[in-house]
Structure formats: C-alpha cells, structure tokens
C-alpha cells in the first residue's frame, strides 16, 4: 500500500458527459501528479500540483482541470468526454525534493475510466 | 516525440534465470534513471534508479546498468522469481522541469515455471 488513495476504482459513463476523480496524497507529501495511461502506452504526465499550487503542466487537453485543496487532496475533472479518453488515470503524490536528489512518486490504484 | 524508449513490449524468462529489460533514450541531458514495476490493478511502484554520473546501481536481485555513449539503460534481474511477473517502465526525470517523470511505454515481463 502507497498511502495514495484514489475514488474512484471504476467509472462508466458516456460521450459528453464530465467525471470528476479524486486523490489523497500520501501523509505529509505536498505535490500531487495526475497521469493518463492509455491501452499498452506509458504513463502520460498531465500535471502537477504543490501545496496548493499548480506547478506543472504536461500534455493535458483543455477539456480536462484540476486542483488541489487546502487539504493537500486533489480533483481531477474530465468534461465533454470522448471515447478516446477511456484510460487508466494514476495519480502519484511525493515530498518537494526527496533526499535522493529526485522526487520519488507514490502511485495509486488508479482509477478506470471507460466512456462508451 | 518519445524520449524514452521500451523497444520489448513483452519479454518471456524461466524462472532462475537472468531477465534483461531494455531502455533506450534520447535526451542526453537527463538526470536520472528510474524503474518502476507494475502489477495489473495496482499503481506503479519505485524499483531502482540511477543517477546520470553513474554507470552500475545494484540492489539486491536488480541491477541497472547506463550506458551513456549509447544512451541506453537497462535492469538485470538475477535470479528471476515468479512474484517478477509484471510491466516494468523506464522513466527519466530532468531536474530543470520540476523534476517531471518521462515514460517508456513498458515492458511486460513473463517468468515462466
């Protein structure tokens, strides 16, 4: 267990319709990281969130926002679905600078979204 | 334009024997090197990592060797167990853009009986 928590596991919906997902970081970790997997692909970098404030911004469409609370948890809302969008959404959670020199990321679950 | 590159999408291994994952990048300018392992229904989880000054990190059963002239990476299981069954990513990070992970596409490694 990461100690990333992810809401939720599975998420059926339709074309043009908007989910919001949600994630708690691990205890104490200030930033937060949304990724999208797609079938048999990495793991895409969305963006990314410290302490409140977006850091980050990978190749998210923008159709698709986040933030983060004062609680450190994050939403992850996805509007005007596509088919295309059905993937895997991770999100990851990780202290500013570990001290290992990088920012080692905790992963959860992940949440399946599947637009049909 | 992909800069981390698994060119195996799966890789099939007897069980005791040696499991080699490939890696191959672009950027030169990376910092460091990591290994993620991932289970089917579990998030990714952290391996090994290599830092960009270094050529050899071995912990325990893995080892990950940099080979920079080539820029090429890889992760030497030794001896394989069955509990290695899994997808393994290559990702880098360049420290000057926060620290962001780039991907590889995965390996998924099979350890037969």
């Known amino acids: 267990d990461s100690g990333v928590t992810q809401t939720p596991k599975h998420l059926i919906t339709a074309t043009g319709q908007r989910v919001t997902l949600r994630c708690s970081p691990r205890s104490g970790d200030l930033s937060v990281y949304w990724y999208q997997q797609s079938l048999d692909q990495g793991l895409q970098f969305l963006i990314q969130?410290?302490?409140?404030?977006?850091?980050a911004k990978g190749n998210i469409l923008e159709r698709f926002s986040a933030q983060q609370f004062p609680d450190l948890h994050s939403e992850l809302n996805l509007s005007s679905l596509e088919l295309g969008d059905s993937a895997l959404y991770f999100c990851?959670?990780?202290?500013?600078?570990?001290?290992?020199?990088?920012?080692?990321?905790?992963f959860g679950p992940g949440t399946r979204l599947t637009v049909l | 334009d992909q800069q981390v590159k698994q060119n195996s999408p799966s890789l099939s291994v007897q069980e005791g024997r040696i499991s080699i994952l490939n890696c191959d990048y672009t950027n030169s300018m990376f910092d460091y090197f990591l290994w993620y392992k991932k289970y089917p229904a579990e998030g990714p989880t952290f391996l090994i990592s290599i830092s960009s000054i270094k050529d050899k990190n071995e912990d325990g059963r893995f080892t990950v060797f940099l080979n920079k002239s080539a820029k090429h990476l890889s992760l030497h299981i030794v001896p394989s167990q069955p509990g290695d069954s899994a997808v393994y990513f290559c990702?880098?990070?360049?420290?000057?853009?926060?620290?962001?992970?780039?991907w590889g596409a995965g390996t998924k490694l099979i350890i037969k009986p």
């Open positions: 990702a880098a990070i360049l420290m000057d853009s926060n620290y962001q992970l780039i």
């Open positions: 969130y410290y302490n409140g404030e977006e850091r």
């Open positions: 990851a959670s990780s202290v500013e600078v570990g001290t290992s020199g990088y920012n080692e990321q905790f």
